[in-house]
């Protein structure tokens, strides 16, 4: 059974950093893809960036390209979220989602407040 255990959310100020970690229980390659989306109060949960474990390739909602890059470390079996650039409207709760040959998997969320 996989967990994923998201943390590094907070308050950061427009225009600040933030980094996410999403911790995977057992080893990272045992897994396909893994994803991070954020739900902002009242609106639908958003798909924000994506990894392909083995290839380390990524793709980016068209909000955040150019401001966020996702990436993973194999060694710490940890999957990374850098946010640049933030802006108001990146508030959110943001989730990390993995998906195995047979299940997918998701973590408890992260709040991020962006906000002066």
């Known amino acids: 059974q996989v967990q994923l255990v998201e943390s590094g959310g907070g308050l950061v100020q427009p225009g600040g950093s933030l980094r996410l970690s999403c911790a995977v229980s057992?080893?990272?390659?045992?897994?396909?893809?893994l994803d991070w989306y954020r739900q902002a109060p009242g609106k639908q949960r958003e798909l924000v960036a994506t990894?392909?474990?083995?290839?380390?390739?990524?793709n980016y909602a068209d909000s955040v390209k150019g401001r966020f890059t996702i990436s993973r470390d194999n060694a710490k079996n940890t999957a990374y979220l850098q946010m640049n650039s933030l802006k108001p409207e990146d508030t959110a709760v943001y989730y990390c989602?993995?998906?195995?040959?047979?299940?997918?998997?998701w973590g408890q969320g992260t709040q991020v407040t962006v906000s002066s």
């Open positions: 989602r993995a998906e195995s040959d047979y299940m997918d998997y």
């Open positions: 057992g080893s990272i390659f045992s897994l396909n893809v």
């Open positions: 990894i392909i474990i083995s290839e380390g390739t990524s």
